[in-house]
């Protein structure tokens, strides 16, 4: 039967890597084992797909979803594109710190990668280039930022880790933050380093009065949108609602801000802001379906038990476990979006690390950052080639500062990650007295 799942998995790989929909191919995977494998009936199966997709918990990521859309059509991120070069883009290489400071913010609010690449990157990346930065460059940044997505609330990635595996999504809200920060600093810092040469045009400068009075306007602009986040986690670690519940909140805040404060809202936007939202849940909901089936199968076949063995076989260190379990990830990612690799490599993977210690709230957090990385890695890297769509570029002019700040930036944070347990277990310790 190892020989099956190995076809198994390698026709799954194989139907993505040629471009066909995520969703197809775990319906093509459970397909295969279903007409390959003995399992008599496989009525059993669509009760099991069905039983996850009825779960209440799923119902946060639409919404969640739908109010980051309403936000991005609403004109939110145009606000705090300028907030942030009020506050930081004024010395040389100021831009690129607004980046990452506007894609960290945004990517907490949308909740999503590709939405933050979308609605910021094609903001930011032509206006980087007319200040003298190089396209390849800014593009890249953007790439590499948008995935701080994964690591702030209200984190889609963790809703869909926490639901899969049974796990506190308060906690996992929670537990990528200190390393999202870290990500933060190490690519403000290489910014940096590697604006430095480039022929950047500096503002001029101006009085300080002037500086604090258009920090103070341009804060007063954003500052309604800013409150979304606080809003949805004051909702939550104040327990007033659930997760889900606050999802709903979230839309409740978004659409009046929308159409009244900032009055990006109209029919025509809301329309389009709803019809995007409920075509991406509408692909992720499919997606679960099929995927939760694929997951009973390798189930019934001890996947996860055979996977530890497969790899107490090499080491049975616990180092080296973690190592190759990242490897894998990491692999996962450059071909999988964030929602499909947690979908596959969650319910297979848990067990393992469970069986060497870790925990699963930190595993969560090593699974966000493993991903993220895996979406902006060559050559398959699907965020940076989006990235690349947006800022009208091509990968070899990206290559050089991605593969920096996957090193320098990505790397660092994912070992800390890994084998540091309090970096990710602190803050559910303190804010919610997390016993794991």
């Known amino acids: 039967m190892i020989s099956v799942l190995l076809a198994d998995v390698a026709i799954l790989m194989v139907l993505m890597v040629i471009g066909v929909p995520v969703a197809l191919c775990f319906a093509a995977a459970v397909l295969f084992l279903v007409l390959v494998g003995d399992y008599g009936s496989a009525t059993f199966l669509v009760p099991a797909g069905l039983g996850k997709i009825s779960s209440i918990v799923l119902v946060a990521i639409p919404l969640y979803i739908l109010a980051g859309n309403l936000m991005i059509h609403g004109g939110l991120a145009g606000r705090l594109v300028d907030l942030a070069e009020s506050l930081v883009g004024r010395f040389r290489g100021g831009m690129g710190i607004v980046v990452v400071l506007t894609m960290a913010v945004f990517g907490a609010i949308s909740g999503m990668a590709s939405s933050a690449v979308a609605a910021v990157g094609s903001i930011l990346i032509p206006r980087m280039v007319e200040l003298g930065y190089d396209r390849g460059y800014a593009t890249s940044l ?55 040469r480039m022929p950047i045009i500096v503002p001029a400068s101006v009085p300080a009065r002037e500086v604090v009075a258009d920090v103070a306007n341009k804060t007063k602009r954003a500052s309604v949108g800013l409150l979304l986040p606080i809003v949805i986690l ?76 497969a790899l107490l076989a090499i080491t049975e260190s616990k180092i080296g476990l973690l190592l190759l379990i990242n490897l894998f990830l990491i692999i996962v990612g450059m071909f999988l979006d964030d929602a499909s690799g947690i979908l596959l490599a969650g319910p297979m993977l848990l067990p393992v690390v469970q069986e060497i210690g870790v925990d699963p709230v930190q595993f969560g957090a090593i699974m966000g950052v493993s991903l993220g990385m895996g979406l902006i890695t060559p050559p398959t890297a699907p965020i940076l080639y989006f990235a690349g769509m947006i800022g009208k570029t091509t990968l070899p002019l990206m290559l050089k500062p991605t593969m920096t700040f996957i090193v320098i930036c990505y790397l660092p944070v994912l070992f800390l990650t890994t084998f540091i347990p309090a970096l990710s277990l602190a803050l559910p310790r303190l804010v919610l007295g997390y016993g794991g």
Not at 148 to 159: Q, T, V
Not at 277 to 302: K, P, V, Y
């Open 142 to 196: 953007v790439a590499c930022s948008s995935v701080l997505a994964l690591l702030f609330p209200p984190s889609a990635s963790m809703i869909l880790y926490g639901w899969v595996t049974n796990t506190s999504i308060t906690a996992l809200f929670l537990a990528p933050i200190v390393p999202g920060l870290i990500l933060v600093v190490l690519y403000c810092a290489v910014n940096q380093f590697l604006t430095r």
């Open 234 to 309: 004051g909702c939550i670690y104040g327990g007033i609602t659930t997760p889900t519940e606050a999802a709903s909140v979230a839309v409740a805040f978004a659409i009046p801000v929308g159409f009244f404060v900032y009055k990006g809202l109209n029919r025509r936007t809301f329309y389009q802001a709803v019809w995007e939202a409920g075509a991406t849940s509408g692909l992720l909901i499919l997606l679960i379906f099929f995927a939760a089936m694929l997951a009973r199968l390798f189930t019934m076949e001890n996947v996860p038990q055979t996977i530890l063995e």
